[in-house]
């Protein structure tokens, strides 16, 4: 990030961003969010500061892993066991638990070298190890039967607004990335690698520094997982389900994009809930058709979408209502 | 003649059994254009390969600037100013042009403290992209995709520049202007160049001296003029008339 | 020794199970180059089928075999034609179709739930705990049966690609496709054909562990994983690789007990995973495709 | 610049407020007005990995709630009143347990919870309980950790597996005693990587540890859950050379684990897999002739309704409902945890969640487990203390329970007789 | 005079936005030997994918024997007598000589001759006999350049095309290819022969087309095209 550019951040993206964020802070008491509702929409801020995360690897970089339940059970477990061992107040546990996250992420190192399905393949074994060392590793995870949290019906409660804040970071990154020249190396390192080799774009320099991003994310959003649901076990955080749900959640909002993991994560948290809820015997099938749908027709998920509907909605009116977007 | 810019001693390069580049030499000066011609499959883009640090040689040197870069990888010598361009051309699908050659300009040169956001538009203006900035690379043209390809490698600003057939395959029309936009490369950016080429008018009339290829080997080395009269190269080029190969 | 012996049966044995499991994933990634996260559901389907042909009409597991092999392979050739043909190919498609065929699989757990509820079914026959003294020790019938199978499928599969005009193409499609077209070959149709085929294994796999384990709807995700790390062990799409590799895995996880606890054996092979992938990526054997 | 369109944070937040508004409009709990009903909500393990036994805890709950409604209803504050149950699929996933009861309790608005199956996710979604001061009377998670944690909402009616292990070495020691088995006697101690198997280890170990040597454990090894091969932990076993084979698996591991050892001729003088072995599905996947002589041990079996009681009457209820199907423990601790709640809410008078979790502290009722009294002690942190029972597979079809004596209806056959020699 | 084997009427070809060919009509007569000259990126390969089908004409017609190939896929296309051997040989590597070879009779016109087009092609390379077992892709360049057209014989094909044969291989090589050339149209094969050794290739040919950035540019017999001194001045830029 060299370079200090005339409007980076243009007054309108900013100040629409934090109105937004604003307005999200006091929408429990503007819209009186039963506790169902609050703990609803804390758990899809948790799950989309995750999907984000995921996104810059997978999304911007082009390195879909299928591991991410390894970073994010890491940040858990070394948050619940600093919040365990003493009076550390909860969010430096989140921090640690997000450092060493980053850290653990580094491990994956030699995976770089891979690319497309066998980087995928390679996380895959790398998660599945990780699951069963730490399933094992009574001393730090609890083994199988996991950690639990002193309950905290105000810690639970203020989550809110600490998942809030670190969805609105990592999205607000998402966009920094995105539209730096930051985030442009790494679009090129996705299209092609060796390409960007040639005008001098050091792959796995950039590609070690989003792991370790990535993975400090992911760690976090575990810490503050953890918090909420005060009891965490190896084998839950730790699954290859979780790390599906990290790639799911992106592809159905649009990998890539800024909006999409942000919409994957709240469809997948009430989609899910609601079809759970209403459908109980169709749920799976359901879920699996939306996916099929979304692969053959809309490469770009939910984002692609409200695109597409956007430019419709744009060339039906008249064509002097809105010039180019920032 | 000084020092010169770039030097390569009896590099090879054997893929296996064959041997792809066999002993070649070559010296560039600095503000030289240098046409690299051959029949296909003559081992030139493995020799702009094995300069630009995409291939690893297996034997043999390349000085440049007075100093050994043998082997370096690809993104370390592009800092150090030497850069290529690809045959076929693969800009980044996902960027804008202008982004394509953002990310280029970020790079490359280090003496060059230009911020790469300023930069990018004005080599944009250079190669005569600046009006198709916002479009996707898809949406350009073959002749702009090259001119794309050569904005992005401008944009490390470099000293040495590997054109790899930068104009074969574009309309007459097309070619002529690019082959003029690599003139003016030299000629007002001082880059030195060493062009693979196939469109022989464009080599010949371009290049200060020409390097001829066949087999991995250098067969001659001279002016434009004394190369197409060099009987090895017209054999190589249209085959020996000798004898007639009747049943 | 009779400890060794022990261990190397059980190997042996295990390796059957793997490497049966892992030949269509193997197949179908050799030729299409897409990874079939829909052949856990599909050995999903195939135990269910086994063990409906069973109960119901009291058919032999393994008289059964035709039938699910047929009644796969249609499987297989529906979601090529209807998913896998419509996605983009090369290494851009990867994890749309990682998705796509992992879409597939919950259509197909959801309809198993609905057909079967979440029961844990099994097929017992007469002989599922017979077994035969071999060397000092016993030796499960089934599981030896199991073995043969694993034994003859490769050999068959081989026998197909080598010798007959259709098998050539599978492997020449999977080595140059435009190739093919020049010879005449209708590459769709040979990729239609091999996801058929993978498929059928995947079911051959599915009504085999039934007689093994007992399975519910969320039955495949195991065998998933395993046979990712065979067939990547094996080198991605050669037939003979996977049996070997598969042979690999299950000493290397067997033997492992002698050293560390039994609970942390099955992370050896994704770490083994994981080490072929970096130092070899082309597998043990080095890359072919389809030698 | 940029002639895409991608869409800015500010519409993004825009748009996120308005999706997750749509949440918000979900209904509110209803208000204090007089109830006219009571409504109890759970979830259970209806798919996913425990979907067979989430099958059965849901027949449990069912009957209690039909049998208290032919009655009327519960007597709340002298009104009777008819009592719904919502049921809802956990899909075997904590994060779904905890979040479905977050939306049984703050927005369907049931009354009280009941508990879904297996301790981890008993463990996981008791914190909602805890969380919202709403009593949450489970059957189905029997770790003692869960009841550690000081959570004053939460009751367990299924006592802790520990007590399983301890149970099954009490017998054990019976028939050493009488010189049936050797002393020392060397065990193999295989079990799951759960809390489940991780508590049986415990009992059996701590037994082992205190019986002064007439015990040796000589293979100690966990294995996970669903596993595919055992062959090389059995060959473990066989090199050991042991005496008592004690194991703790569900029932597939059960299967398949059983499968091998049959099939690699293995045979010791006490076979147990902890709680599993009596139950029709295992039987007809392994065999009857397979199954003779293994040792279960169970929190309830319908062995105990062959004597007037309480079991007998549920036995009775349960078979003319399921067509002269037996219900097994399972049934029996769901059926016995809504009847705990039923009685603490009639003793209670109100719906009032306090009086309520008051009632349930102090509740000592006659019950059908074993022991014959339901009670939820402080001191085990409210779970239950019951005693197992001990059930053994005879070549008869029939699995008499054989321990402890005063619960028995036949006697055990503590060497296994289909063992060479 | 008759109706020619085949025909090109003015077809445009483009990959993906980029036009290559403009245009582009040509004619082959049975019997003959024709060679499609030009220098790189001329579009000689992209007329020969339009021909076998791989790359089909967005404007224009290809005609065989008269009979429009629009419709006719290029699996298809094999069975009519088309056969092609691609640039740098594009063998099956991991598949044995013998293979490849087989797998040129895959058509159902050519199954049934397949043994005894096998030992026409072995006659004709003693060399691929020999190393009949040996995977493809451990072949010497001149190897493969024999299995590549064996396996275009294979099919039975009364239209040849060969797309630069003599490619990457040695002088020696380059005349045995070339003989072979001279053979097969001897034996009454209609050829169409891209190659870049223009005076090879103008001595086995009977006719000539030079192609420029997808357009005729000229086109005459060979001793016409050998004398014109155009054609020296495209290929060395002069």
Known sequence: MSAATPALVPLRVAAGFVVGVALLAVAPWILDFTPYSHNLVTLAFLLISGAVAWNWMGGFLGQVSFGHAALFGMGGFVSARLLLSGPVPAPLAWLVGGLVAGVFSLGAHPALRLRGPYFSIATIGLGESVRLIFTYWEDFTGGSSGLSLPIDPDMKHQLYWWGLGLAAIVVGMSWLMRHSTFGLQLLAIKADVDAAGDVGVSATFYQDLVFVLSGAVVGVSGGLYASYFSFIEPNDMFGFDRSIAFVLMTVIGGVG????????????????????????DLYLGLYGTLLIFIILFEPLGLAGLLGRLARLARSWRAPAAEGGTP | MTAPLLSVRALSKSFGGLRALDAVDLELAAGEILGVIGPNGAGKTTLFSLIAGSLQPTSGQVHFEGRPVTGRAAHRLVRGGIVRTHQIVRPFANLTVLENVTVAALHGNRRADVPARYRAPRVLDFVGLADRAGQFPGLLTLAGRKRLELARALATIPRVLLLDEVIAGVNPTEAVALAALVRRIRDELGTSIIMIEHVMPAVMSLSDRVLVLDHGRKIAQGTPAEVVRDPGVIEAYLGTSTEATAP | MERFIDLSLSAIMLAGLYATMAYGLGLIYGVLRVVNLAHGGVIMAGAYLGWVLFERWGIDPYLALPLVIVASFGLGILMYRLLVRHLPRGPAGGPASLLLLFGTWLVLRNVAYLLFTGNDQSIRTSYSTASVPFLGTYVSVNRLAVLGVAVILPILLQLLLKKTYTGRAIRAVAQNADSCTLVGVDVERIYALTFGIGTALAGVAGLLSATIFSFNPGFGSGELLKSFVVVVLGGLGSILGVGLAAFILAVVEVFAILVLPSYLTSAVGFVMLVLVLVLRPGGLFGHRVLG | MRSRSTPTPCRSALLATLLLSLVAAAPRAAGAAAPTKVSLGATLPL?????RIGGFFKEGYELAV???????????????????????????????????????????????????YSSHLVEAQSTIGEQNRIPYVNGGGGATKIYKRGFKYLFGTIAPVELLGTTLMSWIDVQQKAGKLPRPAKIALLWENTAHGKDFRKGVSDFAAKSGGAYQISVDESFPLDGKDFSALLGKVKAANVDLFLADAHLPDYITMHRQYVAAGLCHKVVSYGARGSEKGAVDALGQENVNYVVSGVWWSAELGKKPGLAKAFVELFTSKHQGRKPEWFQALAYESARALFTAIEQAGSLDREAVRAKLAALKIPSMLPGGTLEFPASMGQQAQNPFVLQQNLPDRTSPIIFPPDAATGTGIAVNPRCPK | MSEPLLQLDAIDVSYGDVQVLFGLSLEVREGEVVTLLGSNGAGK?????????????????????????????????ADLGISLVPEGRELWPQLTVRENLDLGAYGARARPHAARNLERVFAMFPRLAERSGQLAGSLSGGEQQMCAIGRALMSEPTLLMLDEPSLGLSPLLVDQVMNTISELHAGGMTILLVEQNLRKA???????????????????????????????AAYLGI
């Open chain 4, 66 to 116: 039909e049998e208290a409604n032919q009655k009327g209803g519960l007597t709340v504050g002298g009104k009777k009143l008819p009592v719904t149950l919502s049921i809802l699929d956990d899909t075997t996933t904590q994060a779904t347990a905890v979040s479905l009861a977050d939306r049984l309790v703050n927005s369907d608005g049931v009354d009280f919870l009941l508990g879904t």
């Open chain 5, 202 to 232: 103008l001595q086995v040919a009977q006719r000539g087309t030079v192609i420029e950035t997808g357009r005729v540019r000229l086109e005459g017999t060979s001793a016409e095209l050998a004398a014109n001194p155009e054609i020296r």
């Open chain 1, 257 to 280: 994009t800024i909006l999409g993991p942000v919409l994957g994560a709240i469809v997948f948290v009430l989609l899910r809930q609601y079809l759970l809820a209403s459908y109980p």
């Open chain 4, 47 to 51: 798919t996913g990995a425990e979907a």
């Open chain 5, 45 to 77: 390969t992209t007329t020969l994918r339009a021909i076998s089908g791989l790359r089909p004409p967005r404007a224009g017609e290809i005609r065989y024997r008269g009979r429009s190939l629009a419709t006719i896929p290029a699996a298809a296309r």
